[in-house]
Nanobody, 115 residues
Framework: QVQFVESGGGLVQPGGSLRLSCVAS?????LGWWRQAPRKQRELVAV???????NYGDSVKGRFTISRDNAKNTVYLQMDNLKPEDTAVYYC????????????WGQGTQVTVSS
């Protein structure tokens, strides 16, 4: 069982930035973020493996940057040029492989982009 401590969500204006952090317990291979907007299915935001190889969802490429500190078992998501359509609950996740669905989920942190 992997547990997470997520932080960094909040309210930001369009074009602004936020940084999410997630500390995971135990040894994990893939860490990252998925999100769920109102009335939509959960979708991949970004994931990263222990070798710092990232993978991004198409809707965030070029705007979001994922990074990882293996010594701290922590993953970060720098979100720039935020848009109203980025409004969602963001979940920290663990996955057993690069092409695998998430196995463990955090409780989620709300990100709201609105003027």
């Amino acid at each position: 069982q992997v547990q997470f401590v997520e932080s960094g969500g909040g309210l930001v204006q369009p074009g602004g930035s936020l940084r999410l952090s997630c500390v995971a317990s135990g040894n994990v291979y893939i860490l990252g973020w998925w999100r769920q907007a109102p009335r939509k299915q959960r979708e991949l935001v970004a994931v990263i493996d222990t070798y710092n190889w990232p993978n991004y969802g198409d809707s965030v490429k070029g705007r979001f940057t994922i990074s990882r500190d293996n010594a701290k078992n922590t993953v970060y998501l720098q979100m720039d040029n935020l848009k109203p359509e980025d409004t969602a609950v963001y979940y920290c996740i663990e996955s057993p492989g690069r092409n695998s669905l998430p196995r463990y989920w955090g409780q989620g942190t709300q990100v709201t982009v609105s003027s």
